[in-house]
Nanobody, 126 residues
């Protein structure tokens, strides 16, 4: 089992950058695929980015490609989401998630993840 705690959210202006972190407990962090999802008020939770257990594979939703970068540091049990050129439509609660297994591919659907953090709020003003 793994517990996830997000940090790094905040209120920023359009065009600014933020880096989210998600720290995980447990000694098997390197065996989990990881992902970031977000949920805006009144909307369903949506996939943002994912990374394989090794860090060798990543995927992004189209709206963040070229602006967001997901990475992981297995030595620190942490996954990151670097967000650049933020837009008001990026405003949402951001959640990290973990899925067990050393899959060669990334997981992009919420139901594929077993563990979730409590979320960190990102608000982008225009």
């Amino acid at each position: 089992q793994v517990q996830l705690v997000e940090s790094g959210g905040g209120l920023v202006q359009a065009g600014d950058s933020l880096k989210l972190s998600c720290a995980a407990s447990g000694r098997t962090f390197s065996s989990y695929g990881l992902g970031w999802f977000r949920q805006a008020p009144g909307k369903e939770r949506e996939f943002v980015a994912a990374i394989t257990w090794s860090g060798g594979g990543t995927s992004y939703t189209d709206s963040v490609k070229g602006r967001f970068t997901i990475s992981r540091d297995n030595a620190k049990n942490t996954v990151y989401l670097q967000m650049n050129s933020l837009k008001p439509e990026d405003t949402a609660a951001y959640y990290c998630a973990a899925t067990w297994g050393r899959s060669a591919g990334t997981r992009t659907r919420a139901y594929e993840y077993n563990y979730w953090g409590q979320g960190t709020q990102v608000t982008v003003s225009s």
